[in-house]
């Protein structure tokens, strides 16, 4: 029998070791003689799902689904069956999970089957917004069978790698689980992009080396300057940059690595908020900062959640480097995201209460799918709801999370529909501003209004804005008014 040694006793209660032992004797029974392509027994998979899971601190419900997630189909067990011995929750997660298998992903899709994806897509953001254990226990699944994707025929591990770095790694992005997303783009990158990565891969060895040996010398120069100042350190190590989010960088850069200064970074975790700027302080007392490259994502976190001093410096022997500066709390929160901060409430386990920034940016998915479903709307989708956000404030410090490339049309819609329909101009940081202007990250807004009642869109904003919710609401003013216009 397959056994679960890494689940430690104290963790859960009697009863529920109990529960999760007898799902995975029904999971074995279910995947009995089954084999997984790299030759070894089936039920290794549900077991590496649950593992990881385990790993990240998830309730039993989630550990006992893991292992029970692929059984539905492939199996002679039934909704019933699974509510029987685990109850309707359980049950719940795993036709979530049963129904995500269904989707199948291809880029260069017929408009039939492009429907019948976002259709699917939308299944699995409905049955995340109801219980976010869903797709996270899809992501977990999926980082399983990308650790295994080389067993595949090559067109399916290409096909993967494409949904991989398309619909799921920005989804972890998203929910600030960034050491997922990293792993998930990194292994997704040779398959979809081989050319690219064999030649990063050849680049960077040497890079990474000299880099290693550099930060070797220079770690010890930079805790005796933080130490003379009295800074708490717990601890400094380096951080290599993931190589898709690496490649993606050099991308923007001429593909010269010189002019990339965070392939390894310094990283400072000292205790508290307040000896971040401390140590920032003492790290420009004796280097010299880059203008423009000081990044307080402490007071202005990035949308999602992620927080972090970062700094780019001449440091020792003049050489470039970039310097990140957090807490404990905010590095496991930066790796993990909605998964590091579960609130258990005891007796009630079922409630998982998550950050309300994660599970907001859920709901609006939600909605946002609720009126649409055409193929016009799947990139939409994308630019929406995965592209990099950035925020933008009202001159009263109110903040709306924006995809990159929106303009106060934009803006004034996703404040009210009605402020939408009367923008006419805008202030951007004081100044007066066109309304398509590239709204950047940190920007100040106040939107114009024009004068009279029952100001109209215009036809033209279709072709300016960058957020479905305000194509929506232009779309649908003018349908209004034409209709009325008939009657
Ligand atoms: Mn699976």
Redesign the pocket.
């Known amino acids: 029998m397959a056994d679960l040694s890494f689940i430690n006793n104290n963790r859960y209660s009697d009863s529920e070791r109990e529960l999760v032992k007898r799902a995975l004797v029904m999971a074995e029974k279910a995947h009995a003689g089954q084999k997984r392509l790299s030759g070894e027994e089936f039920i290794t998979?549900?077991i590496a799902?649950a593992e990881y899971l385990y790993n990240l601190n998830f309730d039993s419900a989630s550990i006992i689904t893991a292992l029970l997630?692929?059984t539905l189909e492939d199996a002679d067990i039934t909704n019933e069956t699974i509510t029987k011995n685990f109850g309707a929750d359980i049950a719940f997660l795993v036709e979530g999970?049963t129904k995500l298998?269904k989707i199948n992903y291809q880029s260069n899709i017929s408009d039939k089957s492009k429907n019948e994806y976002i259709q699917t897509l939308k299944k699995m953001f409905f049955a995340m917004a109801e219980d976010v254990r869903v797709i996270l226990i899809k992501l977990a699944?999926r980082l399983?069978?990308m650790q295994t994707v080389q067993y595949l025929p090559p067109i399916d591990r290409q096909r993967i790698a494409f949904e991989t770095l398309e619909i799921y790694a920005p989804i972890a992005a998203r929910l600030g689980m960034g050491d997922l997303k990293g792993q998930l783009e990194d292994l997704a990158f040779q398959y979809a992009y081989p050319t690219e990565y064999t030649w990063l891969k050849r680049k960077i060895k040497e890079k990474h080396k000299d880099l290693a040996r550099y930060l070797e010398r220079t770690k010890p120069v930079v805790e005796r300057h933080l130490t003379d100042a009295d800074i708490p350190i717990i601890s400094i190590h380096s951080r290599a940059k993931h190589l898709y989010s690496l490649y993606q960088k050099l991308l923007h850069k001429d593909m010269n690595l010189n002019k990339i200064y965070d392939i390894v970074a310094m990283r400072i975790i000292v205790p508290d908020i307040k000896s971040c700027y401390e140590a920032l302080g003492v790290i420009h007392a004796h280097y010299t900062p880059l203008p423009g490259l000081i990044k307080d994502y402490i007071a202005l976190p990035k949308p999602n959640g992620y927080q972090s001093l970062h700094t780019t410096i001449f440091c020792e022997k003049g050489k470039i480097m970039e310097i990140q500066i957090r807490t404990p709390e905010m590095q496991n929160h930066n790796e993990n995201g909605i998964a590091s901060h579960w609130a258990y409430s005891e007796g009630d386990k079922k409630n998982i209460k998550a950050d309300t920034q994660e599970l907001g940016w859920i709901n609006r998915l939600k909605e946002f799918l609720a009126d649409v479903g055409t193929e016009e709307s799947f990139s939409a989708l994308k630019i929406d709801f995965f592209k990099n956000r950035i925020f933008v404030f009202t001159p009263k410090g109110d903040v709306e999370d924006l995809p990159e490339g929106a303009t106060p049309i934009d803006f004034a819609y996703a404040i009210h529909s009605d402020l939408g329909h009367a923008i006419r101009g805008a202030k951007v940081n004081g100044k007066m501003a066109t309304i398509d202007t590239n709204l950047k990250n940190g920007d100040v807004v106040e939107i114009i209004k024009g004068k009279g009642k029952d100001l109209k869109p215009s036809l033209d904003w279709l072709k300016i804005v960058r957020t479905a919710q305000a194509r929506h609401h232009i779309k649908s003013h003018l349908a209004l008014t034409r209709a009325n216009r008939k009657s």
């Open positions: 998979h549900p799902v997630h692929d999970l298998k699944d399983h069978n």
